[in-house]
Nanobody
């Protein structure tokens, strides 16, 4: 599985962005998916995750009520809708896939991960 994240950019405080992670391969629907973010000098931390079935989601506390993760298995794509953005959301965002781990909260243990997309929230 190859993953390609996109949708990052520059947005003002309070604005919204939707990130997309497109996956190759016909087995996408079998993978739990996660979004992670990383700022310079810090660890890559989980933001949100979604079960392969789409029936369960996980959010880190700082984004609950603001971000929403979803997936479209027909399009082999997972999304992260980011609303009410704050300066502290500024980071490079990565997506990851894992066949068995749930919730997917440790990117280093993931089966696959892609290149990131930069989100900058300006005040």
């Amino acid at each position: 599985v190859q993953l390609q994240a996109s949708g990052g950019g520059l947005v003002q405080v309070g604005g919204s962005l939707r990130l997309s992670c497109a996956a190759s391969g016909r087995t996408f629907r079998s993978y739990n998916m996660g979004w992670f973010h990383q700022t310079p000098g810090k660890e890559r931390d989980v933001v949100a995750a979604i079960h392969w079935s789409g029936g369960s989601t996980y959010y880190t506390d700082s984004v609950k009520g603001r971000f929403a993760i979803s997936r479209d298995n027909a399009k082999n794509t997972v999304y992260l809708q980011m609303n009410s953005l704050k300066p502290e959301d500024t980071a490079v965002y990565y997506c990851a896939a894992d066949r068995s781990r749930w919730p997917l909260v440790d990117w280093s243990l993931s089966d696959y991960w892609g290149q990131g997309t930069l989100v900058t929230v300006s005040s």
